[in-house]
Structures are given as structure tokens and as C-alpha cells.
């Protein structure tokens, strides 16, 4: 059974840093394309960040320059560094695999595109 579970959210004043990691688990395929996602209150589940098995990383025009992606191969954890947030990156952040054993990730995923999801961690950034 595939679980991702999201943790290392929180509040932070604007211009602040968090880190988000996304501890993975019984996935059976060795490529992969993962994502973060986030959702604020009454938007669109939005995509904002996307690793594949082979490192290649790509952001949402919002986020470039100030998130960083990675993953720990070792500990099946994968990380979102933000930072410089800004009161817009206020939402749930939620980590998803796609499930489709490739390591080809769609330039502009959707949410529809991933299987797995885990259940979310908060941030909110005040001005």
C-alpha cells in the first residue's frame, strides 16, 4: 500500500522560510514523477513543483526562484525548501506520485494526472 505523509508546515510572517517534507512508503516502481501541490481556501488544488526519478525538477511560474524541490532517495522523502514566502503561498501543501512507473513528468500536470496523495500539512504566511 502506497502512503505519502506531508509534514514540516506552519505559520510564518512573510518573507519567512519553511521546509516540507513528504515521507513515502510501499511504492512499487523504481521511476516516478512526484509533485507538490498546494490549495487555498475556495481556489483550485494548484500545482506548484516536480521531481522525477532521474532528478529533473520544474515550478509553477509563482514559485520559481523561491522553492526549491528535492528528494532523499535514501530515506523515500521528498522536500520543498520555501522560501521568501509571500501571504499568496498561504494553503495546503500536498506531496502525490504518479503511479504509472515512468519517470516522465507532463510539463503542466494536473491533479488528475496522480494517484497518490498524502493528506496534506498547512502553511500560512501572514503579512
Known amino acids: 500500500q502506497v502512503q505519502l505523509m506531508e509534514s514540516g508546515g506552519g505559520s510564518v510572517q512573510a518573507g519567512g522560510s519553511l521546509r516540507l517534507s513528504c515521507a513515502a512508503s510501499g511504492y512499487p516502481y523504481s521511476s516516478y514523477c512526484m509533485v507538490w501541490f498546494r490549495q487555498a481556501p475556495g481556489k483550485e488544488r494548484e500545482w506548484v513543483a516536480t521531481?522525477?526519478?532521474?532528478?529533473?525538477?520544474n515550478y509553477a511560474d509563482s514559485v520559481k526562484d523561491r522553492f526549491t524541490i528535492s528528494q532523499d532517495n535514501a530515506k523515500n522523502t521528498l522536500h520543498l525548501q520555501m522560501n521568501s514566502l509571500k501571504p499568496e503561498d498561504t494553503a495546503m501543501y500536498y506531496c502525490?506520485?504518479?503511479?504509472?512507473?515512468?519517470?516522465?513528468?507532463?510539463?503542466?500536470?494536473?491533479?488528475?494526472?496522480?494517484?497518490?496523495w498524502g493528506q496534506g500539512t498547512q502553511v500560512t504566511v501572514s503579512s
Open positions: 502525490a506520485i504518479d503511479g504509472r512507473a515512468s519517470w516522465y513528468c507532463p510539463p503542466l500536470p494536473g491533479r488528475a494526472y496522480f494517484i497518490y
Open positions: 521531481i522525477n526519478s532521474r532528478g529533473s525538477t
